[in-house]
């Protein structure tokens, strides 16, 4: 069940977003919370939530938000690495994810691990 998190108070800043093809310009890589509240439902959109905290999801997310586990899904278990863009990619495929989905990521801690995600994906 989604706690009663306001949509604002998670997004006092911006969040990262890229596409799964990596495409996306430097410029088009945060959006907004009002971007996000907008697009929410849309079927190109996919939210993840990504947290230092583990218990952070359990307690509240945007509504159809994922959770990413960092320990498990962003790291490469044997170089204890940022994961592998394939598997990154998999597990995006996974989830739903294709070449025409925007992906939003966000977290606590000022988004780090948000941004550990992004990273993976980046060029």
Same mark, same amino acid.
């Given at each position: 069940?989604?706690?009663?998190?306001? +949509? &604002? $108070?998670?997004?006092? $800043?911006?969040?990262?977003?890229?596409?799964?093809?990596?495409?996306?310009?430097? $410029?088009?890589?945060?959006? &907004?919370?009002?971007?996000?509240? !907008?697009?929410? &439902?849309?079927?190109?959109?996919?939210?993840?939530?990504?947290?230092?905290?583990?218990?952070?999801?359990?307690?509240?997310?945007?509504?159809?938000?994922?959770?990413?586990?960092?320990?498990?899904?962003?790291? =490469?278990?044997?170089?204890? !690495?940022?994961?592998?863009?394939?598997?990154?990619?998999? +597990?995006?495929? =996974?989830?739903?994810?294709?070449?025409?989905?925007?992906?939003? +990521?966000?977290? !606590?801690?000022?988004?780090?691990?948000?941004?550990?995600?992004?990273?993976? !994906?980046?060029?």
């Amino acid at each position: 069940m989604v706690g009663k998190l306001n +949509l &604002k $108070s998670l997004f006092f $800043s911006a969040v990262a977003a890229i596409t799964f093809a990596g495409s996306a310009s430097a $410029s088009d890589a945060l959006v &907004k919370a009002d971007w996000l509240q !907008d697009n929410l &439902k849309s079927a190109n959109v996919r939210v993840f939530e990504v947290s230092v905290d583990a218990g952070v999801y359990e307690r509240g997310h945007i509504p159809g938000a994922a959770h990413l586990n960092w320990h498990t899904d962003l790291v =490469d278990p044997e170089k204890r !690495d940022i994961a592998t863009r394939e598997s990154f990619e998999k +597990l995006l495929r =996974d989830a739903g994810v294709d070449k025409d989905t925007t992906i939003v +990521l966000y977290g !606590d801690n000022n988004n780090w691990f948000a941004a550990w995600g992004a990273s993976v !994906d980046a060029p």
